[in-house]
């Protein structure tokens, strides 16, 4: 595919490896976290973790939607689901989460979707619900692939109340907003969106403000790969305050392994340098304004939540959106009085540590046992951005040393 | 979650509507989002709608740097 099969090319990514080994200092380290899933998965995936110098260390970020969405959330859609009777649509990814035990009416006569996750140690474990669990006892819930599908739905459907829960940064915020426009000036009298869209930028200020990375030094952050496609919409300027505030370097970068490995480039230079600028290796789609069409939109529709909970970071001021009161009829929450319940995470999970850059994927006790792609207990097994379940793809073999066969 | 790919517009329909290109796959999209797309523009796509268009040159760019700093090594590497 054009603008993908070139930024995948296993001889320049062996280049850029040579050129970063001749570059970095070997009388220090540096660690650089990847904000975003996307990248996660890409370091993975093509295996640049391999072609990195020893002492460069990447740190996943918290950048997986589906992995920072609090259980108390799922909850919600849940309830909504089972308990009100509306058809709720989503998108694929958030189908497994899991969810509390306690959302929904008990199963009866034992759950049907049983068998691995029986295994689960108590508390999580088989009674914990997912919204593909609640589809199996009988809710109405469709996995969609935009926004428009759910508006689609609606119209098909008058009689039903249909609610689309909308998660995700900034990259997915725009069709959202566009959604509930578009049901506002149709008219659309029994669709809803339930916003969970969250802010890129107050995260990342929440992690340089955070106590491992301030006080304790225990996650050493030298600079940042800065996210591609929230990049798109936003543009490169929203991070010039935390380089220049927080003294640390960013390189937004694209998703495809050249990209990543070039951006990582540019971050030794610039640690090498003293310099702490926002560089932009993604010029071919993002630029400093980034999409005004698609921000005009968000604004207009959407406006700042003053706080939010963040699965594995907990509340973080101003870090999501809400629906303007304008499109109070289409605000899921106004329309059926919702309040938000927070839930503990599961005891041994330790997807909140990971999200930090605090734990490894193998620092986990349920990592790779009860907790897999297949029957994920924590949200960063979910989606294939999360920082497990890419570890689980693509890495788990690289834990076990070679032996030689006798 | 965040997946997104470049396709090449290959019409414009009504009310903000567009087909693309995928790597031979058809499909249609939304281009409220993007306004100044035009027909064989490549555009990003993410849940059916562009959110972004892709400039050629610049990707130009970015490949021509990839393999000037390769060659940059391998020279560098025969001199050491």
Known sequence: ?406 | MCLALPARIVALADADQAVVDLGGVRKSISVALTPEARVGDYVIVHVGHAIGLLDAGEAERTLALFAEMAAQQAQEGRAA
């Open chain 1, 1 to 406: 595919m054009k603008y993908v099969d070139e930024f995948r090319d296993g001889a320049v990514a062996r280049g850029l490896a040579e050129r970063l080994a001749a570059e970095v200092d070997p009388a220090r380290t540096y660690s650089f976290m990847e904000f975003c899933g996307g990248h996660t998965h890409a370091i993975s995936r093509y295996g640049i973790a391999e072609l990195l110098p020893k002492n460069v260390r990447m740190v996943h970020g918290p950048g997986c939607p589906v992995c920072v969405l609090p259980i108390g959330r799922i909850d919600q859609a849940i309830a909504l689901a089972l308990d009100r009777g509306v058809m709720l649509c989503t998108y694929g990814d958030v189908m497994r989460v899991p969810a509390s035990a306690s959302a929904g009416p008990p199963p009866a006569g034992g759950d049907p979707l049983g068998g691995r996750a029986a295994q689960a140690p108590r508390g999580l474990s088989s009674e914990s619900l997912s919204l593909m669990r609640a589809k199996a006892r009988g809710a109405d819930i469709r996995m969609v692939y935009s926004a428009a599908d759910a508006l689609k739905l609606a119209r098909e459907h008058p009689d039903r109340e249909v609610v689309f829960l909308a998660i995700g940064f900034e990259t997915t915020t725009p069709p959202t907003a566009l959604v509930i426009r578009q049901a506002a000036a149709e008219n659309v009298g029994n669709f809803s969106v339930l916003c969970n869209h969250v802010l890129t930028p107050s995260a990342i200020t929440h992690i340089l403000e955070s106590p491992e990375v301030r006080e304790y030094g225990t996650v050493p952050i030298d600079g940042f790969v800065g996210p591609a496609h929230v990049s798109i919409v936003i543009g490169a300027a929203p991070y010039e305050h935390f380089a220049e505030e927080y003294r640390k370097p960013v390189v937004i970068a694209g998703f495809e392994p050249l990209d990543v490995m070039q951006a990582i480039v540019m971050l030794v230079r610039q640690v090498n340098d003293g310099r702490t600028e926002v560089e932009n290796e993604f010029t071919r789609a993002v630029t400093r304004d980034g999409n005004l069409a698609a921000q005009q939109i968000v604004s207009a529709v959407l406006e700042l939540r003053t706080s939010f909970e963040w699965r594995g970071l907990g509340e973080v001021p101003y870090s999501a959106l809400k629906i303007r009161p304008a499109f109070a009829a289409f605000d899921a929450e106004k329309r059926f009085g919702l309040t938000y319940r927070s839930v503990a995470d599961h005891k041994q999970c330790e997807c909140g540590a990971i999200l930090r850059g605090v734990k490894k994927p193998t620092d986990c006790k349920l990592f790779g046992t009860v907790c897999t792609p297949e029957s994920p207990m924590g949200s960063c097994m979910v989606s294939s951005e999360g920082a497990c379940a890419a570890h689980y793809s693509y890495g788990r073999f690289r834990d076990i040393p070679v032996v030689a066969a006798t």
